[in-house]
């Protein structure tokens, strides 16, 4: 009977603590179920108010522009999906990939006028678990790398070994096109523009886990662990700032220095990090995350379209 009593009361404990590790899963690396109008849903914050109105005219100038529907294969074969608004150039092509939890049209409602402007035909790409793309985890780049990679490749299929490539990102999608550096990626991606990235999964997990009042040291060893059970990747296997130490192309970085969610010193790491022997950094006074195409449009806009000349 002690037996018994024991290997029940050891069962539970097991099953209490992989429960405890799932809700620890879902809170970190799952994917929030979005409304229809998703694309719509900005944060409620003092940063976001003094824009607001702006960025819901460019979502909805974004959204009523017809686009091509493009589907590929991720290596883990999920199916990835993607907008082609098609600008008649064919020998440029930029693709974008949004933030954690973001929305491709609200993320690059105001940069996609910079390619729109310039003649520059973009793939607005829906990160795996996101969207219209399929997937159950958020991997803070880890995974997302690759589907860079998989989503440079279909660029070359469709129009053909000489087109040239720009990889642009905002946020995780940031940090995503920055980690994809340290892979093989074709000669034919020819920069990286990375807004606002962070500078490894660890350390924006660990800022925005003590950001929500929690004991970050002692929840990190859970977070890495659910991670490895339930989304595959260990989440210290990579990261930005050490991806860019292998960086072949040009890159440039900005950073709003009034970001409260990704530190503005994490952009500046990662440009000081950088073996690129052309990069470059955008610093944009009084920017919060994301907003820096917003604070400063006319510094934004120029300094994105002259790098993307020099590359191209």
């Given at each position: 009977?002690?037996?018994?009593?024991?290997?029940?009361?050891l069962?539970?404990?097991?099953?209490?603590?992989m429960?405890?590790?799932?809700?620890v899963?879902?809170?970190?690396?799952?994917?929030?179920?979005?409304?229809?109008?998703?694309?719509?849903?900005?944060?409620?914050?003092?940063?976001?108010?003094?824009?607001?109105?702006?960025?819901?005219?460019?979502?909805?100038?974004?959204?009523?522009?017809?686009?091509?529907?493009?589907?590929?294969?991720?290596?883990?074969?999920?199916?990835?999906?993607?907008?082609?608004?098609?600008?008649?150039?064919?020998?440029?092509?930029?693709?974008?990939?949004?933030?954690?939890?973001?929305?491709?049209?609200?993320?690059?409602?105001?940069?996609?006028?910079?390619?729109?402007?310039?003649?520059?035909?973009?793939?607005l790409?829906?990160?795996?678990?996101?969207?219209?793309?399929?997937?159950?985890?958020?991997?803070?780049?880890?995974k997302?790398?690759?589907?860079?990679?998989?989503?440079?490749?279909?660029?070359?299929?469709?129009?053909?070994?000489?087109?040239?490539?720009?990889?642009?990102?905002?946020?995780?999608?940031?940090?995503?096109?920055?980690?994809?550096?340290?892979?093989?990626?074709?000669?034919?991606?020819?920069?990286?523009?990375?807004?606002?990235?962070?500078?490894?999964?660890?350390?924006?997990?660990?800022?925005?886990?003590?950001?929500?009042?929690?004991?970050?040291?002692?929840?990190?060893f859970?977070?890495?662990?659910?991670?490895?059970?339930?989304?595959?990747?260990?989440?210290?296997?990579?990261?930005?700032?050490?991806?860019?130490?292998?960086?072949?192309?040009?890159?440039?970085?900005?950073?709003?220095?009034?970001?409260?969610?990704?530190?503005?010193?994490?952009?500046?790491?990662?440009?000081?990090?950088?073996?690129?022997?052309?990069?470059?950094?955008?610093?944009?006074?009084?920017?919060?995350?994301?907003?820096?195409?917003?604070?400063?449009?006319?510094?934004?806009?120029?300094?994105?379209?002259?790098?993307?000349?020099?590359?191209?």
């Amino acid at each position: 009977m002690p037996f018994i009593i024991a290997a029940l009361f050891l069962t539970l404990v097991v099953f209490l603590f992989m429960l405890f590790l799932r809700i620890v899963y879902s809170m970190v690396f799952s994917k929030k179920k979005t409304s229809p109008n998703s694309s719509r849903e900005l944060p409620n914050t003092k940063q976001y108010d003094t824009v607001k109105g702006r960025m819901l005219e460019l979502i909805d100038n974004l959204e009523a522009t017809p686009f091509e529907e493009i589907t590929v294969k991720s290596y883990d074969k999920l199916k990835l999906y993607g907008r082609f608004y098609d600008r008649g150039s064919k020998d440029l092509i930029e693709i974008a990939f949004h933030g954690y939890h973001g929305h491709a049209i609200r993320d690059f409602c105001g940069g996609s006028c910079i390619s729109r402007n310039g003649g520059i035909s973009t793939i607005l790409v829906d990160q795996r678990s996101h969207e219209n793309s399929e997937g159950s985890s958020v991997t803070f780049g880890l995974k997302e790398r690759y589907d860079v990679l998989t989503w440079v490749n279909c660029v070359i299929d469709r129009f053909g070994k000489d087109v040239k490539i720009i990889l642009t990102g905002i946020s995780m999608g940031a940090a995503t096109v920055l980690m994809a550096c340290e892979l093989d990626l074709p000669k034919n991606v020819v920069g990286v523009i990375a807004d606002c990235p962070y500078s490894s999964p660890k350390e924006i997990i660990m800022r925005v886990t003590k950001n929500r009042k929690l004991p970050a040291n002692f929840m990190y060893f859970f977070i890495k662990l659910s991670a490895r059970i339930y989304a595959g990747v260990n989440i210290e296997e990579s990261s930005a700032i050490e991806a860019v130490k292998h960086a072949k192309v040009p890159v440039l970085v900005i950073h709003g220095d009034d970001d409260r969610l990704v530190p503005y010193s994490m952009g500046k790491k990662i440009y000081d990090a950088c073996s690129s022997e052309h990069k470059q950094f955008l610093s944009v006074h009084g920017a919060g995350h994301g907003l820096s195409y917003f604070v400063n449009t006319d510094e934004y806009t120029k300094t994105v379209t002259d790098f993307i000349k020099k590359v191209s």
